[in-house]
């Protein structure tokens, strides 16, 4: 199966009420293809010059797809902006920034090529499946982007306060996405790591050198090495998104955990995330009730309050198996990053599943299938391609 073979193969539009009016705040649709989130609001905010903080939008949609989400701009400018990767088009002015409290969903058009007869009918069968019982709503890899080789969580490091081994894995971590440039300046980083005045010259001038840069100053004035200060230079989101990722895996662990010792013999469907084990089952409606499959599971944080019973134990048992204990799930610095408090529904519906299988022409005596789905916000359509293509052992 070959996803994402055209950019067109992959296709995400943000779904809101927000409607212009009147107000501080320039609207925006920003349609992008092969750029993150991230990297396209940078990009805004170099060519624009305004401050990350007026900057506001509600989720982080696929580097690798033709994608469409909302920004508002805090007296931002009443114009598009166009460049290689993406378009700003202007939509009107509105009363309040744009958060995820303000997504609908995401309406997703998705083609999977280089199929055979078997594995379309393999993928009929799981969106009737779907249809009927709904899908487990994991969260999917693209979550993990900031995981490395070396397979340990910035977040689990930032919650134990190593502040060194939480900015090694941030900064020098390996990746399998790396580029080129990329894995030189990692390498550097690893080889002359504690050696900071001689790494400041090695490395290319980034964010990764002017983090180095407040290391290597601190060095040469003969004050302690500042590895927490260092961290916290690091771009606020990107500080977020480590927490999340953490979090995420854990509360990935709790959703596995409650399939599995729910499941029927036989009906299980393993398969595997960078979070870790998972697994799908043929049917969601023949799941036992010996132990219930809660509507929605919390994520793990020590903010939350539980009271006693099998959702705490749950979340002990996964959080111990991470080496933690639920009260070290927070940050105490810096004060700008922090565990969600919400909850997550462990199933979704997605009862109007268009499947429609074809001729592929790009793959002769092969046939493609064209889905066309909504799902509400924060869920993953990777995870319902998985579904429809991982077999039944």
Known sequence: MKLKRLPEDFQVDELSQVTPTTGPFALYRLTKQSIGTPEAINAVIDRWKIPRRRISYGGLKDRHALTSQFVTVHHGPKKPLSQKSFEMEYLGQVNQPFTAEEIDGNRFTIVLRDLTAADVEQAQSAAEA???DGLPNYFDDQRFGSLGFSGEWIGRSWCLGDWERTLWLALADPHPDDRSDEKKQKTILRELWGRWTECKQALDRSHRRSI???LADKESSGKLIDFRGAFCNINVDLRGLYLSAFQSALWNRMLHRRLQENAEPGSVIPFELKSGPACFVTS?????EAVPL???LPLPSARGKFE???TLDLINSVVAEAGLEKR????KYPRDSFFSKSSRKTIIEVPELEFDASDDELYPNRQKVLLAFDLPRGSYATILVKRLTIARE
Do not use: N
């Open 130 to 132: 779907v249809r009927r």
């Open 212 to 214: 180095v840069t407040f």
């Open 308 to 310: 006693e019973g099998p």
């Open 284 to 288: 969601l409606s023949t799941l036992s």
């Open 328 to 331: 070290q799930l927070r940050v």
């Open 294 to 296: 809660e509507d929605e």
